[in-house]
C-alpha cells in the first residue's frame, strides 16, 4: 500500500438547502486522507472502528466504492457509528458538533493493527482524534511506532477537535508530544502549531528535538507555511469561492503525500526542497477544489482534476 490510514470514520451532517435540515456525508480526517490517496490513483487503506448499523455499513461501503482497503473488516456492537453535525459560517468556515459519548471510533483495538500491513506500506498516517480515548490511542501509537520501527514515512496531523478533548489544549498536545518523536512530516494549522511550539520562531529548534522532516502549516486560501531543512517558506494557494471547508486540510495532505509516492518516495530522507514546494503547490490545488462544494468525501478531487486545475493557473 502507498498509505496506511488509521482513525476515525464519522458520518458528517452538513446543513441542507432548506433550513435546519442536514444531509448524511462520509467523512472523518484520516479517511479523508485515505479515499484522496486513493482517487490519485494510488493503494490506500484505512483502520477504523464502525459501528453495526446503518451508518457504520454506509461507511464501509464508501471505503469500497473509492477503492480503500478496509483494514478492519469487522463492526463494533459497542457503541453507534461516530457522527459530526458540521455548522458553516458565511465564509464557508466550519465548526463542529459531536455525537460521541461513547462513539465507534473510539473502540478501535491494538489487535486490529497488523505489523504485516504496516511493512507492506510506505506511508502510515494519524491524527490526534483517535489519541483522544482509550484503547484507540493504543492503537493508534502502536502503528506510528511500528512504522517508525519499519522505516517507513510516519505523517501526523494534529487535528484538533476542542469536543473530543474536552476543550483541554493541553491536554491534547502532551499527547501528541508523546508520538512526535515517530512523526516524518506533520500537518498543523496555525492554531495547532502554537499548541505544540512557542512562536513560529521556535519552530526549527522544535524539528531539530524530535527529528521531523517537514511541517505544513495549512492556512487555508493563503496556501501553507512550509518548514523544511532550516528554512522555512510560504506556498501560495489558489482563488476559490469557497462553499464548504470540510476536508480541504485533509485533501491537501492526502494529496501532498500522493505527490511524494508519485516520485517514488519510500523514505523521508529523500524529500528536497524543490520536491516538497511541488507537493505543496498540488496539495493547494486539491484543497482549493474540494472547497468548491459540499461535503468531505465526495469534495476530494481525482489527480486529473488537480492537475487540470495547476494547467489552468501557470
Aim: proline content about 2%; glycine content about 8%.
Amino acid at each position: 500500500m502507498d498509505i496506511y490510514s488509521i482513525g476515525e470514520m464519522v458520518i458528517d451532517f452538513t446543513p441542507g438547502t432548506e433550513e435546519n435540515s442536514y444531509i448524511k456525508n462520509a467523512g472523518g480526517a484520516p479517511a479523508n486522507v485515505a479515499v484522496s490517496v486513493s482517487k490519485n490513483g494510488l493503494d490506500a487503506g484505512m483502520c477504523c472502528s464502525l459501528g453495526n448499523d446503518d451508518f457504520g455499513h454506509f461507511l464501509k461501503n464508501v471505503l469500497i466504492e473509492n477503492n480503500v482497503r478496509c483494514l478492519k473488516n469487522d463492526f463494533t456492537d459497542k457503541a453507534i457509528t461516530t457522527m459530526a453535525f458540521v455548522t458553516l459560517d458565511k465564509y464557508g468556515d466550519r465548526s463542529f458538533t459531536f455525537a460521541r459519548k461513547p462513539g465507534a471510533d473510539m473502540f478501535l483495538d491494538e489487535t486490529d493493527v497488523k505489523e504485516d500491513d504496516v511493512k507492506n506500506s510506505y506511508i502510515v498516517h494519524a491524527s490526534s482524534c483517535s489519541l483522544s480515548a482509550s484503547p484507540a490511542d493504543r492503537a493508534t501509537i502502536k502503528l506510528l511506532k511500528l512504522g517508525f520501527e519499519n522505516n517507513k514515512i510516519v505523517s501526523f496531523d494534529m487535528n484538533y477537535r476542542n469536543l473530543m478533548w474536552n476543550d483541554d489544549k493541553l491536554a491534547c498536545s502532551k499527547k501528541v508530544l508523546e508520538i512526535m518523536q515517530y512523526v516524518d512530516l506533520l500537518k498543523v494549522s496555525e492554531e495547532e502549531l502554537s499548541m505544540l511550539v512557542d512562536g513560529e520562531s521556535n519552530v526549527l529548534e522544535f524539528m531539530k528535538k524530535y527529528n521531523i522532516t517537514f511541517i505544513a502549516e495549512t492556512l487555508g486560501s493563503k496556501g501553507a507555511k512550509c518548514f523544511y531543512e532550516g528554512e522555512m517558506f510560504d506556498v501560495p494557494g489558489l482563488k476559490v469561492k469557497c462553499v464548504d471547508a470540510t476536508g480541504a486540510g485533509d485533501s491537501f495532505w492526502g494529496a501532498f503525500l500522493s505527490y511524494l509516492r508519485f516520485n517514488n518516495v519510500t523514505n523521508a530522507n529523500q524529500l528536497t526542497k524543490e520536491l516538497v514546494v511541488k507537493a505543496t503547490k498540488y496539495g493547494n490545488a486539491s484543497g482549493a477544489i474540494c472547497v468548491e462544494s459540499k461535503g468531505a468525501i465526495s469534495s476530494i478531487p481525482t489527480r486529473q482534476q488537480i492537475e487540470n486545475l495547476l494547467l489552468e493557473n501557470e
